[in-house]
Structures are given as structure tokens and as C-alpha cells.
């Protein structure tokens, strides 16, 4: 989906974890325009821990 691939890197990258991401918390907004929220849960990790929650993410989503 456009989250895993653009937003959830750029999380990542700055070292953030939502700690809760569904559609609930995704708005799109003008079409292609993504923004999540609600960051209530969310949390600072090291990027690399991070990485491999967005790879198991990824399998996830591919399952369906």
C-alpha cells in the first residue's frame, strides 16, 4: 500500500514506531495525499528494529 511504501519508511528513518496503525488511524486526502495519525502509542526504537517490523508488515499485508 502507499503507507508501507512512502510514510512508514520516512517514520522509520526518524526512529518512530506507531504502535498502532490501521485503517482507522490512515486519511487519505486528496487522492493520493496519505496522512497517519493518532500517535498515542507510538514510541522512539533504533531504525534497524524498525526495519524488520515493517518487513514483517509487508508479509502481512501480502497474506491478506
Do not use: M, Y
Not at 502507499?2 to 486519511?27: E, F, K, M, Y
Not at 533504533?46 to 508488515?57: F, N
Amino acid at each position: 500500500t502507499g503507507v508501507q511504501t512512502c510514510a512508514l519508511p520516512i517514520l522509520h528513518a526518524a526512529g518512530v514506531r506507531h504502535g498502532d496503525l490501521h485503517a482507522s488511524n490512515i486519511l487519505c486526502l486528496g487522492g493520493t495525499t496519505l496522512h497517519i495519525i493518532d500517535f498515542g502509542q507510538s514510541s522512539f526504537a533504533p531504525a534497524g528494529e524498525l526495519e524488520a517490523e515493517l518487513d514483517g508488515l509487508k508479509r502481512r499485508l501480502a497474506q491478506g
